[in-house]
């Protein structure tokens, strides 16, 4: 059992006022709060160790590049990935999956397929379309039913032999649904596709395997798992990582570091040109440590918790619909009420204090599907509380009797 | 009245209110009562695009001062919509130019206004004063 009370002291900012009530915060899907524990690695940087990595002979130079190197390794193991040189230090998934969508440009041709989920946040969807553009391949969507869960017989169907990669997220930022990667992967290793899973909303709910998914491509980013913004990280798989060129600038200067050493030990920073976010790589490290120390399937099985009570809470409000039933999904609640813009509905819970997001959520084609401008989103951690889950539907239902 | 005066009378009633909730629930009636705008003026050509809610505004001359029509698809853009169409609406072009928006942050409604709330609010304020500089360019011909 977690001791949710003890877990909160460790995040200074909730004990927030907003608009003169205490923050209620439900907008952990766009990004989570940062416990005390992280706050100490990156002043400890600043304070301690501060200089740049890789480079100097000088003694802090060494100990913030052991530092940086050892979160490095802390992302390794996290994800299990066979080699710490498979991870590379991005600003962050939108960077990962630019990345790699500009390195496929020299390596996939017209007429070339690329698929990619209908649940896809904007991130995932326009460097594929980018990439279609400039090499005359086509994208297709693998679409969805009502529930928001993926049509996975259609998914086979789209897979042929002109099928070069495949990219969908782990789970849905806007739906919260959690797709069946392991099967979307076997399926297109089949054919011969590599696959990106974009684990961004699933990093801070379950720790993902990529040697046992076998998955070619995996990205999060630090923000959304207790870490700092500006910070991310790529897996890659070490031969898909050598095929792929560079991605920044610098790129000759690479190419001539890689000639005098092994490409092996070159590899990360292959894609690592220019000085790196050193202390974000070293919070982010500090943030898995965090995690780790709580445990993911406690952090699992309470979230869950928190989903099952907020959506049986939320559905007993009349005219309440929410999008996104899938029966595998984590702790994200997209709805709307009869009636009412999820503007509206937003702006009088900022007033309560509560911090959800409305919109689209950077995700306008399933917006489109369900025929709606956007959704209200609360999305849940595990520093919330059921009292919480309360005061967002007092709150609800306060903005409901002000709107109608 | 001049833009001016009618805005410090909204500013006056605004006074009134002792919380944001009553503020809130005016301009919610504001929103719900006003029918702001010509059905066939709400074409894509009218609309302003926020991120989140949608606003369409349709101008016209009408000797020689510009009447605004407006409507949003959220209830409380459409309040404040209302409000900053009594302040602006039925005036010279140039006394619009030469109008801030300053009684916004008075009357406890900055947060709208701001950029970053993406309601499509900051684009339409812009866009009255585009349509004042092109009926004025027009009244000076």
């Known amino acids: ?404 | 009245m001049e833009i001016k005066e009618i805005q410090e009378e909204i500013i006056d009633e605004f006074s009134m209110f002792d919380d944001w909730m009553q503020r809130y629930e005016y301009m919610i009636d504001l929103g719900k009562s006003l029918p702001l705008i010509n059905e066939e003026f709400k074409t894509d050509d009218n609309i302003i695009k926020g991120c989140q809610s949608k606003v369409w505004v349709h101008a016209e001359l009408e000797d020689n001062k510009l009447v605004f029509t407006a409507d949003s698809d959220a209830i409380i853009t459409k309040g404040i919509i209302a409000i900053l169409i009594r302040a602006f609406s039925n005036q010279k072009p140039q006394d619009i130019l030469d109008a801030d928006t300053q009684f916004i942050d008075e009357i406890g409604l900055k947060e709208h206004l701001s950029p970053t709330r993406a309601n499509g609010l900051v684009s339409m304020i812009k866009q009255l004063k585009l349509y004042a500089v092109a009926y004025q360019t027009q009244i000076e011909d």
């Open chain 1, 1 to 404: 059992m977690l001791d949710i009370k003890k877990i909160r002291e460790d995040f200074p900012i909730l004990k927030r006022q907003v608009n003169g009530k205490p923050l209620v915060y439900l907008d952990n899907a766009a990004t989570s709060q940062t416990p005390q524990q992280v706050l100490d690695a990156i002043v400890d940087y600043y304070q301690n160790y501060n200089a740049n990595i890789h480079r100097g002979v000088h003694t802090l130079s060494q100990e913030a590049t052991d530092k940086y190197e050892q979160a490095r390794i802390k992302i390794q193991k996290h994800f299990n990935a066979a080699n710490s040189y498979e991870i590379i230090f991005t600003s962050g998934t939108t960077h990962s999956i630019n990345l790699v969508a500009n390195g496929f440009a020299s390596l996939i041709k017209k007429g070339d397929e690329v698929l990619v989920s209908a649940m896809e946040h904007h991130s995932n969807i326009v460097p594929w379309q980018m990439l279609c553009e400039r090499t005359g391949a086509v994208l297709k969507v693998i679409p969805m039913n009502q529930e928001g869960e993926l049509l996975m017989d259609v998914y086979e169907e789209l897979l042929n032999y002109k099928t070069k990669l495949v990219f969908c997220n782990h789970i849905s930022n806007a739906l919260g649904t959690i797709n069946p990667i392991e099967e979307i992967i076997e399926k297109a290793h089949k054919v011969g596709a590599a696959v990106l899973i974009d684990g961004a909303q699933a990093a801070p709910h379950l720790i993902a395997d990529v040697q046992a998914l076998d998955v070619d491509f995996y990205t999060c980013s630090a923000h959304k798992i207790c870490g700092p913004t500006g910070e991310g990280m790529l897996y890659g798989k070490e031969e898909w990582l050598n095929k792929l060129p560079p991605y920044q600038g610098g790129g000759e200067m690479i190419a001539e570091v890689t000639f005098e050493k092994t490409t092996y030990a070159d590899l990360p920073h292959k894609f690592e040109a220019g000085t790196p976010n050193i202390c974000g790589g070293i919070a982010f490290g500090a943030a898995l440590d965090y995690m780790n120390a709580i445990g993911f399937d406690e952090i699992a099985k309470y979230e869950h918790e928190l989903l099952e009570y907020a959506t049986e809470e939320l559905l007993k409000i009349d005219g309440l619909k929410i999008y996104g039933t899938a029966k595998n999904k984590t702790s994200v609640i997209s709805f709307n009420i009869e009636g009412i813009h999820p503007y509206d509905i937003g702006s009088i819970l900022d007033k309560l204090g509560i911090a959800v997001r409305t919109g689209h959520h950077c995700a306008q084609p399933i917006m489109d599907f369900y025929k709606i401008p956007g959704t209200v989103r609360a999305s849940f951690a595990f520093y919330n509380t059921k009292e919480e889950v309360d005061v967002l539907v007092a709150g609800v239902l306060k903005a409901k009797s002000m709107l109608l």
